[in-house]
């Protein structure tokens, strides 16, 4: 069974910094490429950032030079952290994973920036 846990969204100044976590099991985490999403009130989902099993970022425009994606194969956990945070940056944000041609998803975590 496949779980993917996030944690660590919280209220935060703008400016300040948070770092998610996403906790996965039930898959082979060291050869799955994993992703963090976002959703804000009213909009769509969208990708933030997504890492490979290699370790090859990509980035949404939007958060290039303030967030940062990484993992740790040991822990099967895998990271985001966010700095110079936003207003705009205030969403709910979910792990994701393909796995075996299925899309999984955690239950997110809020984040919220104020001014």
């Known amino acids: 069974q496949v779980q993917l846990v996030e944690s660590g969204g919280g209220l935060v100044q703008a400016g300040g910094s948070l770092r998610l976590s996403c906790a996965a099991s039930?898959?082979?985490?060291?050869?799955?490429?994993m992703g963090w999403y976002r959703q804000a009130p009213g909009k769509q989902r969208e990708l933030v950032a997504a890492?490979?099993?290699?370790?090859?970022?990509n980035y949404a425009d939007s958060v290039k030079g303030r967030f940062t994606i990484s993992r740790d194969n040991a822990k099967n956990t895998v990271y985001l952290q966010m700095n110079g945070l936003k207003q705009e940056d205030t969403a709910v944000y979910y792990c994701?994973?393909?796995?075996?041609?299925?899309?999984?998803w955690g239950e997110g975590t809020l984040v919220t920036v104020s001014s």
């Open positions: 994701n994973t393909n796995y075996y041609g299925r899309d999984y």
């Open positions: 039930g898959i082979i985490f060291s050869i799955n490429a």
């Open positions: 890492i490979t099993s290699v370790d090859k970022t």
